[in-house]
């Protein structure tokens, strides 16, 4: 099957990191600490722009 990569519905802030869970099918707290860390180890900036060209990006998913 076909599977597109989406915001999720289950949503902290825009629904990024719960879309790309989704997709790779495993847990959303996962993947929302595995990118904090990579924010915060990355000295925040590439991080940030990172999240927010994938929240500009990222179709909203259709099953809202």
Known sequence: MYKKL???SDRMLAGVCGGIA???E???TLVRAGY???TFFSF???GIL???L???IMPKSEVE
Do not use: H, M, W
């Open 44 to 46: 925040s900036f590439p």
């Open 50 to 52: 990172l999240y927010l």
């Open 36 to 38: 904090a860390l990579l």
């Open 26 to 28: 495993v847990d959303p």
């Open 54 to 56: 994938l929240c500009v």
């Open 22 to 24: 989704d997709f790779f």
């Open 6 to 8: 989406t915001k999720s």
